[in-house]
């Protein structure tokens, strides 16, 4: 992209989502990004793109529209664009709470705030769902109310059964033994002690009790797309993760994905994105259920997700969309890409060693493709790059990769088949 007007990307955040976005920017301009968070973490540690700011309480108001306004004095009067990014659930809520303040200086590719909760909320994103035609697990609502009622809480479908939050945000300050992202419960009495402990240590939403859909990790699937100021979706990039992060507190983080593409799923999600007027980066996680042969949807994430940058590689970079939409203007006359049509440009995105996926990863005709691509030297992580790259920037990530043997070690048999 030459030639580009002068604009200015702000990031919120500092991991690995954050990297990867930092890294799609510079691949465009060759610039160093700032970037504001509570804490410095790994990813963009020792890294020569990114120029950190941290500050206090940042992740919460007041704190953070506080911060806003004193970020936004420096860029009064400007006429270049300065686009948030927020590489988070959090960040996103703020961004879309403060949207018409924020506005006054500050390009927001977000949705408006009652949208948002409607679509964060898994309890309410399956509402939406429901309008839209669109499946997803058999749901069962759990309030604190009930368990503080005493009430017998059982569920209408068979063991296994998946339990999760339905609210993401609160669930980050949520702190006890054995917490999870998400849960596969395979009793009555597990059941009841989750719950317990959820609650009894100040969870106040609801949970989600759901039908557990079979199958390993390379069931799942996850779709980005970017949709324009004008509400209409112009790329849809869709992703084959072939395993996930066993780790209690990152169970559902992708690992490693391939590049997939199914235009029937397009179409379906990107007239469902054009209906309810979205703006901004969508990311959908859903799995496939071969009892009836649907994708299961799960949530929707108001963000590019931690492991987008899968979609950069792949030749659709994440930060291009919104430099064509915000800076050029040339997005809205463009059509919709539609990605991973060509099965010859296939690259694998890794977030661990290539000998943890090779020793983990279910065998089936998807390890064998990605197997393939990695013989080809047709693999690439998010932060290994080679234009940000010290000595010791390679050394924390050399380790941040050495601790999955032992997270994978003790935890891969104890979590296998979580959703």
């Not at 960040?91 to 590719?109: G, M, N, Q, R, W």
């Not at 054995?178 to 059941?191: D, Y």
Request: glycine residues 6%.
């Amino acid at each position: 992209m030459a030639d580009l007007p002068d604009f200015t990307p702000i990031l919120l955040g500092s991991d690995m989502n954050v990297y990867g976005m930092a890294r799609s920017f510079h691949e465009i301009t060759g610039r160093a990004v700032d970037i504001y968070a509570r804490l410095q973490l790994a990813p963009t540690r020792f890294s020569k793109i990114v120029n950190v700011h941290l500050i206090k309480d940042f992740d919460s108001d007041p704190a953070f529209i506080e911060a806003m306004r004193e970020i936004a004095k420096k860029y009064a009067g400007t006429k270049q664009k300065v686009i948030l990014v927020a590489c988070g659930d959090g960040y996103a809520e703020l961004i879309a709470k403060h949207k018409d303040e924020l506005s006054e200086t500050f390009v927001c590719p977000y949705v408006d705030y009652k949208l948002l909760k409607r679509l964060n909320s898994k309890e309410s994103f399956y509402q939406v769902c429901d309008e839209y035609d669109l499946p997803y697990p058999k749901t069962k609502i759990i309030t604190r109310a009930m368990y503080e009622s005493g009430v017998s809480i059982t569920p209408p479908f068979p063991f296994p059964v998946a339990l999760k939050p339905t609210n993401s945000v609160e669930w980050l300050n949520i702190h006890f033994e054995g917490r999870k992202k998400a849960f596969t419960i395979h009793s009555q009495v597990e059941l009841n002690t989750v719950i317990g402990k959820i609650y009894d240590n100040g969870y106040t939403s609801d949970l989600i009790l759901q039908d557990f859909v079979p199958g390993d990790d390379s069931h799942m699937r996850v779709l980005n797309a970017y949709v324009d100021k004008n509400h209409h979706v112009k790329m849809m990039c869709l992703g084959h993760p072939l395993l996930e992060d066993p780790t209690p507190a990152a169970i559902g983080n992708y690992v490693a994905i391939l590049p997939e593409y199914n235009q029937d799923l397009y179409d379906k999600m990107k007239k469902f994105l054009e209906d309810i007027q979205f703006t901004g980066f969508a990311n959908f996680d859903m799995k496939f259920d071969e009892r009836d042969q649907t994708f299961k949807l799960f949530e929707i994430n108001i963000r590019q997700g931690r492991s987008s940058f899968f979609v950069t590689l792949n030749g659709y970079n994440l930060a291009s969309w919104l430099v064509k939409d915000y800076v050029t203007d040339e997005l809205d006359a463009a059509d919709t890409v539609f990605g991973n049509k060509d099965e010859s440009k296939a690259k694998l995105w890794l977030g661990v060693p290539k000998r943890i996926f090779k020793n983990y990863a279910k065998d089936n005709e998807y390890k064998q493709r990605a197997l393939q691509l990695i013989d080809e030297g047709r693999v690439a992580t998010t932060v290994f790059y080679k234009q940000d790259m010290s000595l010791k920037r390679w050394a924390l990530l050399e380790y941040m990769f050495y601790n999955y043997y032992g997270r994978y070690k003790r935890y891969f048999a104890e979590n296998k088949g979580d959703n």
